[in-house]
């Protein structure tokens, strides 16, 4: 089974700053896709945003980018502007060319107004 | 937007009760999945169905069973619930091998607990 570990249990940020949540993988494939998703309390997780590892760039969606480093097997993520809504857990996720999903232990990130 | 929906949010059993939990989504993906949350230890998979009436399992299938009969439904089985299968429990689907490069939908949770 693949591995996938986030080193970082709980994580805080004051408001309008940026932050960064690590994630790095085991896998012994060349293609394969990563995703971030997002578990406000209490509510549904959702995607953040992903990458696709033929991709050298690295993904953006609006305040939220990653930092994909292929060779080195790390994929984190990066919050810019922090606002009280982003607070909730984040998972990291990996897919191969199969049908399972492999997360990590997620990392709880605080917003301090 | 896909919709995963599970039947219940909060569902409370007493210890050796027969338990069901079901999940219906709407945007015929092949794939549906059970998953447990507990803190600290992330999501760990129960069972996948990649097709109807296929099924394969996760990392954690003892005490579970899961039936997909239709599609767009997949239900998760507690045969004798136990008190240590007190969790938050997700439910999830997305499309197969084919588009690997699209995510898992899932649905908001139920958060079962064995009395």
Not at chain 1, 12 to 34: G, N, P
Not at chain 1, 53 to 78: D, G, P
Not at chain 2, 37 to 50: K, M, T
Not at chain 2, 60 to 87: C, D, H, M, W
Request: one cysteine or more; charged letters at 20%; aromatic letters at 14%.
């Amino acid at each position: 089974a693949q591995t996938v570990t986030q080193s970082q249990p709980e994580m805080s940020v004051q408001e309008a700053e940026t932050v960064t949540l690590s994630c790095t993988y085991d896998t012994s494939e060349s293609d394969y896709y990563l995703f971030w998703y997002k578990q406000p309390p209490s509510r549904q997780m959702i995607l953040v945003i992903r990458q696709e590892a033929y991709k050298q760039q690295n993904a953006t969606e609006n305040r939220f980018s990653v930092n994909f480093q292929k060779a080195a097997k790390s994929f984190s993520l990066k919050i810019s502007d922090s606002q009280l809504g982003d607070a909730a857990m984040y998972f990291c996720a990996y897919r191969s060319g199969g049908n399972q999903f492999y997360f990590g232990t997620g990392t709880s990130l605080t917003v301090i107004p | 937007d896909v919709k995963v929906t599970q039947s219940s949010r909060y569902l409370v059993k007493r210890t050796g009760e027969k338990v069901f939990l079901e999940c219906v989504q709407d945007m015929d993906h092949e794939n549906m999945f059970w998953y447990r949350q507990d803190p600290g230890l992330g999501l760990r998979l129960i069972y996948f169905s990649y097709d109807v009436k296929m099924k394969e399992k996760g990392d954690i299938p003892e005490g579970y069973s899961v039936s997909r009969e239709k599609k767009e439904r997949f239900s998760l089985i507690l045969e004798s619930a136990s008190t240590n299968q007190t969790s938050m429990y997700l439910c999830a689907s997305s499309f197969p091998t084919d588009y690997s490069n699209q995510p898992q939908h899932f649905g908001d949770g139920t958060r079962l607990s064995i009395l």
